[in-house]
C-alpha cells in the first residue's frame, strides 16, 4: 500500500490514505509530537507540532488565520441554517476544512 504525506495531494485524483507522520520518541514515556491540551481548551490551542515549527508550511500564526476564517464562515453558515451546532447534525464535512478550524469553530 503507497502512503502519501499530506500536501502530496493534487486535484482530482484518486483518494488514498494520506497520514501526518509524527515524530520519532526516545522513550515510552514521551508523547510524539507534544502533549495537546485538555478538552475544550484544545479547540483553538495551536498544536504542538506546530508551535515548533515542525509542520512544513503551517506556523502558529496560519492556523490562528485558519481557525478565524472559520469562526467568520460558521456564523455566517448558522445564519442559514440554525440547526448547525445543534445536535440535529452529527456529520458534517468541508473538503476545503484545511487545518481543522471548521471542526473546531462549529
Given amino acids: 500500500m503507497e502512503i ?3 500536501g502530496s495531494f493534487i486535484l482530482y485524483t484518486e483518494l488514498k ?17 507534544g502533549i495537546l491540551e485538555n478538552w475544550p ?24 488565520k485558519d481557525y478565524e476564517l ?16 445543534t445536535t440535529r447534525y452529527r456529520n458534517i464535512l468541508d473538503m476545503n476544512a484545511n487545518l481543522g478550524g471548521f471542526a473546531s469553530v462549529l
Fill in 4 to 6: 502519501l504525506v499530506c
Fill in 41 to 64: 481548551q484544545r479547540l483553538d490551542y495551536v498544536p504542538p507540532r506546530i508551535h515548533k515549527g515542525t509542520i512544513e508550511g503551517v506556523t502558529s500564526e496560519t492556523f490562528s
Fill in 17 to 33: 490514505t494520506c497520514l501526518s507522520l509524527v515524530p520519532e520518541v526516545s522513550n515510552k514515556d514521551e508523547t510524539a509530537g
Fill in 70 to 85: 472559520w469562526k467568520k464562515r460558521i456564523s455566517h453558515y448558522k445564519k442559514v441554517n440554525n440547526q448547525l451546532g
